[in-house]
């Protein structure tokens, strides 16, 4: 049983366009909601975080958009630069447990 | 500051054969964790260990052991390799998960890739 649904599972943008990367859950008791980053050979990287408390969170040029009632969440990239072509992992978390990962966004920015 | 450690990088193993994954973390973490990726299936963890001495069962964990040797140190043994076991191995640890500590960042491996032959 997937609890964490993540799509697409793979997205080529142009550079400088937009990318937007979804989350989708169904556990209520999730209570932290981050991406990972993972470039090719290396591990995951934490990229930006949120918690349901708030409806968005930006970092530079990420942002992360939370939808509570729709139990839903998403990354974009505004500006996408070729050095943001990585695979994308959502991520959830319920407090007293641990992360479970979508299946992962392969992004692609074309030059 | 190396992080999480995790040797070796690259192994070949042949069906039923044994070996053990090492990872190590200098961050003084107290949980430390057991992911396997495999492609257009995520992370899926394996085993964890939430505080030194203790280690709980993941999502996939038939076929695998684990041992927390000490704060630093988790290691993930394979009895008996099958092929279904190829994959790419990740080791990370966090701060804690019970939640007093609202820094729940985990910290990623470099990654071990093995091949069962």
């Known amino acids: 049983q997937q609890q964490v649904k993540q799509s697409p599972q793979s997205l080529i943008v142009q550079k400088g366009g937009i990318s937007i990367i979804n989350c989708a859950y169904e556990n209520t008791a999730f209570d932290y909601f981050p991406w990972y980053q993972q470039f090719p050979g290396k591990g995951p990287a934490l990229l930006i975080a949120?918690?349901?408390?708030?409806s968005e969170k930006k970092e530079g040029r990420f942002t992360i958009s939370f939808n509570k009632s729709a139990k839903q969440f998403s990354l974009h990239i505004m500006d996408s630069q070729p050095g943001d072509s990585a695979t994308y992992f959502c991520a959830a978390r319920q407090r007293y447990s641990t992360l479970t990962f979508g299946k992962g966004t392969m992004l692609l920015v074309s030059p | 500051n190396a992080g999480v450690t995790q040797t070796p990088k690259f192994q070949v193993l042949k069906t039923g054969q044994s070996m053990t994954l090492q990872c190590a973390q200098d961050m003084n973490h107290n949980s430390m964790y057991w992911y396997r990726q495999d492609p257009g299936m995520g992370l899926r963890l394996i085993y964890y260990?939430?505080?030194?001495?203790?280690?709980d069962k993941g999502e996939v964990p038939n076929g695998y052991n684990v041992s927390r040797l000490n704060k630093r140190e988790f290691s993930l043994r394979l009895e008996s390799a099958a092929p279904s076991q190829t994959s790419v191995y990740f080791c990370?640890?966090?701060?804690?998960?019970?939640?007093?500590?609202?820094?729940?960042?985990?910290?990623f491996g470099q990654g071990t890739r093995l091949t069962v032959v």
């Open positions: 990370a640890s966090s701060e804690g998960r019970s939640g007093v500590s609202r820094n729940t960042e985990a910290f």
């Open positions: 260990s939430a505080s030194e001495g203790t280690t």
């Open positions: 949120i918690r349901p408390d708030v």
